[in-house]
């Protein structure tokens, strides 16, 4: 099945400073990969997406780079605030012809820590 | 607002109970999907229901099973529960089998097993 490894597991900066989390995954059949925020005691939510197709997206602060062929992909936070702080989860979905077609695979999270 | 809301809250259980949590989807979304997140980890897909068939499953033994009803809302049994199974149990919805879209998650049901 996908496996999925984010690095770096904790990430402190000083606020303004930019924070950037990479993942890579091991199915080459997945075309989905979303970035979710998840808060102490809360449910995750999605920060922002990309898929197989594109290389490259942003939103505001926010943007996501794609390597189809390396098969990894980054979350890159700009301006950082104290708000930010919360923890990262990268996923990967699985594509068709693939081992995890359709599922959601996680990775195991960075705790991104803003210093004001 | 996602609009996936998920009951109970919080609830404990002892080693050997059983537990039904259950989960309503978001407005129009027809797939349901169920994922265990144990404290400092990312979530694990447990298994996915579509139009009220399971579509998919990940690595839990058989004592996890769900069900989908007609209006799209879902439940997650777990039998004979063990230490382990204590965690946060997330359910989120989407369409189209989950194999397209943004995933949509309710605030989850966090479960201790003594």
């Known amino acids: 099945g996908e496996n999925v490894e984010q690095h770096p597991s904790t990430l402190s900066v000083q606020e303004g400073d930019s924070a950037v989390i990479k993942c890579t995954y091991s199915?080459?059949?997945?075309?989905?990969f979303p970035w979710y925020k998840q808060e102490l005691g809360k449910r995750p939510q999605l920060i922002i997406d990309?898929?197989?197709?594109?290389g490259e997206k942003k939103d505001q602060r926010i943007a996501v780079t794609l390597n189809k062929t390396a098969k990894h992909f980054s979350l890159h936070i700009t301006e950082t605030q104290p708000e930010d702080s919360a923890v990262y989860f990268c996923?990967?979905?699985?594509?068709?012809?693939?081992?995890?077609?359709?599922?959601?695979?996680f990775g195991q999270g960075t705790i991104l820590t803003v210093h004001p | 607002e996602t609009g996936v809301t998920q009951s109970p809250t919080h609830l404990i259980k002892t080693r050997g109970q059983q537990v039904t949590l259950r989960c309503s989807s978001q407005?129009?979304?027809?797939?349901v999907s169920w994922y265990q997140q144990a404290l400092g980890q990312g979530p694990q897909f447990i298994f996915q229901?579509?139009?009220?068939?399971?579509?998919g499953r990940g690595n839990f033994p058989p004592r996890f099973s769900g069900l989908q009803f007609p209006n799209y809302s879902s439940e997650l049994n777990v039998n004979a529960l063990e230490l382990d199974d204590s965690a946060l149990y997330l359910c989120?919805?989407?369409?189209?089998?989950?194999?397209?879209?943004?995933?949509?998650f309710g605030e989850g049901s966090r479960l201790t097993v003594l």
């Open positions: 990309i898929r197989s197709n594109v």
């Open positions: 229901y579509y139009r009220e068939e399971e579509n």
């Open positions: 996923a990967a979905r699985g594509g068709a012809g693939g081992t995890s077609y359709g599922k959601l695979t």
């Open positions: 407005s129009g979304h027809n797939t």
């Open positions: 989120a919805s989407s369409l189209g089998g989950g194999l397209d879209g943004e995933l949509f």
């Open positions: 199915d080459s059949a997945s075309n989905y």
